[in-house]
């Protein structure tokens, strides 16, 4: 199949400039036209390689300033690079600065057309989605009224209804779906789905991992305008949020895959991190992997330290398989304790009972520096959870309950 | 595919067009009008200084008057042109916006005006006893030439203006001074022979002589200066456009 985007080893350099570099005819005439410092070069991408096909839907992750909106902008043809190449198949839409392009004088209506046109498409095509985009951002009232009359969540809606509705092959989309209400959000999330499934290639950046888990089919985490990750979504983003906690990706040394416990692979970097200072050996759940609501359950991992490490954090989660949602995050700080460990040995977290809804659920186990800085060794989604019996329900928790009901009948 | 966007782009510049005309209706009482206001000011100033410098020219008032608003298209489209790129930073951060547009909108906005203002300058040359004569239809030939000029002049300034910011500073003081250069308000008869050859080198007074010999004196255009100056301008204009494109380039690092 014929990628969408295509991008090969994609570089942009930026120059910092000096702050005297001259900024107008006068500084440069004052200055002379001698020849002045190129200035620090920097690259804010590298060696970037990504492909997406029509349909597909790749999300970006990554600190402010890794590259990601360079990278949405040489892909949408903003700018060379100076390195590598950039092909697009199709027209390009784009969820950028949403509504920053309207007058505030003109119309509602007389904005959608300026947009839509700039946005790639003809008066006539504008002309006959008008209803739908209107109707889409739901201000069929309001749309004759002068823009700047609008609330900036009006201006926001009427942005990406335009945006959405210009039939794109390829959509930029960056962080925007903060726009409008919740049920205006949970609407933009289906026509991004919508656009996905008419064969539209997406790329997106987003600081949730959650929306990229839902929503991407791979992800891929730039820094310092490189690819360090790519592949599941869930993979990325974990790793992401890892290391957002910590330095641990610098320190994990590779090794090779070894199965756990529960039988699971355990692979470095997909959902084992850590710099293995302290090693997780083994990890019980008793009375097993399935237990039923409300009963006790006893997490014990076995580690080993093969050099004397002091004060250690254990640390154990629960998280929703469904969508990784934290139901329990607990670690060995509370207690205090500052010895060193060496050697093999057992930290064992008992739960007196679980009271979590029916469902799906990883025990998560790590055991991190004493400063929480990076993870000796973390184990992501390697152990499964089953709670089970009670009414299912899509809250997170499962307490024991009972229902009373005390009203006056109405006589009939 | 191609004759599509090429149908796109026009409608891009259609409706950006509206947008200026719009904006320029929506913000003020007098609306377009106000283009109006500034020429017949000054207008008034001349017919005034008139008596006092005792300039000799026959049709006095319409002779200004042209040269007043050919002059305005020419000085307010050239110098807006140089903060285009800067203005329209949300438009051009779009993927895919053809930036090339952005000039020809500014020049055809400055075009519907003149346009727009034709109708008061006929006015002006039925109360001069000037009669309408056939050589009327030679005007859109001497716009165009304007709207070539002006266009080319746009695509260099917007260039320009995106590394050196004071750019628009530094028109803004040659059009003032070229608006003396320039007969507007006086003839080139009035100046001495010798500085004559220096004067043809500025393109907007064959353009401006052009216009005069259309609305004032009812006969066709000197064809061999405008020919010079549409000459020029063929040379001139792909390296404008070059210049522009190149430095579209730099667009996303310098705004």
């Known amino acids: 199949m014929t990628a969408a985007i295509r991008i090969e080893n994609l570089g942009k350099r930026f120059r910092r400039y000096h702050a005297d570099r001259p900024r107008t005819l006068k500084e440069t005439l ?15 991408l590298r060696h970037v390689d990504l492909a997406v096909a029509a349909g597909e839907m790749v999300g970006i992750v990554g600190q402010n300033g890794a590259g990601k909106s360079t990278l949405l902008q040489l892909t949408g043809g903003v700018g060379t690079p100076d390195e590598g190449a950039v092909r697009v198949r199709g027209r390009i839409g784009a969820l950028l600065d949403l509504g920053a392009g309207f007058s505030g004088d003109l119309t509602g209506r007389e904005n959608v057309f300026v947009t839509g046109v700039a946005a790639g498409l003809t008066i006539r095509e504008v002309r006959r989605r008008f209803e739908r985009i209107v109707s889409f951002a739901e201000l069929e009232d309001s749309i004759d009224n002068p823009v700047r009359t609008y609330s900036s969540g009006m201006q926001m809606r009427l942005g990406f209804s335009v945006a959405v509705h210009t039939d794109p092959e390829v959509l930029l989309v960056d962080e925007f779906l903060s726009v409008g209400d919740l049920a205006f959000q949970t609407k933009c999330l289906n026509r991004i789905r919508e656009i996905k499934a008419s064969g539209c290639a997406i790329l997106l950046i987003s600081h949730s991992p959650t929306q990229i888990n839902e929503l991407c089919d791979r992800a891929i985490w730039l820094k310092r305008g490189e690819v360090v990750v790519a592949g599941l979504p869930e993979v990325v983003t974990g790793q992401y949020e890892v290391e957002m906690r910590s330095e641990t990706r610098r320190r994990t040394p590779h090794r090779p895959t070894t199965l756990a416990a529960s039988g699971l692979k355990l692979e470095v970097n997909r959902n084992r991190f850590g710099s293995q200072e302290v090693e997780i050996v083994d990890v019980r759940l008793t009375p097993g992997e ?3 609501q409300g009963e006790a359950l006893v997490v014990a991992i076995e580690f080993n330290a093969p050099k004397a490490v002091r004060a250690p954090r254990f640390n154990v989660g629960i998280s929703r398989a469904e969508d990784g949602f934290s139901c329990l995050d607990l670690n060995t700080e509370v207690i205090g304790d500052r010895a060193e460990v060496l050697g093999r040995g057992w930290a064992t977290l008992s739960i007196k009972r679980l009271d979590l809804a029916a469902g799906r659920y990883y025990v998560n186990v790590g055991v991190f520096q004493s400063d929480w800085e990076y993870a000796y060794d973390y184990h992501w989604e390697v152990y499964p959870l089953r709670v089970e019996g009670g009414v299912s329900s899509k809250g997170v928790l499962g307490p024991p309950f009972r229902w009373d009901l005390e009203a006056h009948r109405a006589l009939s | 595919m191609n004759l599509r966007r090429l149908k796109q782009s026009v409608d891009l510049i259609r409706v950006l067009v509206g947008r200026d005309i719009k904006l320029l209706y929506k913000r003020s009482a007098l609306g377009v009008l106000w283009t109006l206001v500034n020429p017949l000011l000054q207008l008034l100033t001349f017919v005034f200084l008139r008596a006092v410098l005792k300039f000799d020219i026959p049709h006095f008032t319409s002779y200004v008057f042209t040269g007043l608003l050919v002059w305005q298209w020419f000085s307010k489209t050239t110098s807006q042109s140089t903060s285009i790129i800067i203005g329209n930073r949300p438009l051009i951060r779009q993927p895919g916006f053809p930036v090339a547009v952005l000039p020809p909108v500014v020049v ?17 040359l039925f109360f001069d006893g000037l009669p309408m004569t056939p050589a009327l239809m030679w005007l859109p030939v001497v716009m165009l030439i304007q709207f070539f000029l ?28 070229f608006f003396f250069l320039t007969p507007i308000f006086y003839s080139l008869r009035q100046i001495p022979e010798h500085f004559h050859a220096l004067y043809v080198l500025n393109p907007m007074v064959s353009i401006l002589t052009a216009y005069r010999s259309i609305l004032i004196e009812g006969h066709a255009p ?34």
């Open chain 1, 30 to 44: 004052v200055s002379g036209w001698r020849p002045r410092g190129k200035g620090e070069e920097f690259w804010a």
């Open chain 1, 290 to 292: 399935e237990i039923g």
């Open chain 2, 108 to 124: 055809t906005t400055g075009m519907i005006h003149f346009a727009l203002a034709l109708p008061v300058l006929m006015v002006f």
């Open chain 2, 222 to 255: 000197d064809w061999t200066a405008l020919f010079k100056v549409v000459a020029v301008l063929a040379v001139l204009f792909p390296m404008s456009v070059l210049l522009f494109r190149h430095q579209s380039r730099r667009f996303v690092e310098e705004i």
């Open chain 2, 150 to 177: 002006t266009v080319t002049l746009a695509y260099l300034l917007a260039g320009i203006n995106v590394v050196f910011r004071d750019t628009q500073n530094a028109w803004a003081v040659l059009v003032q001074a």
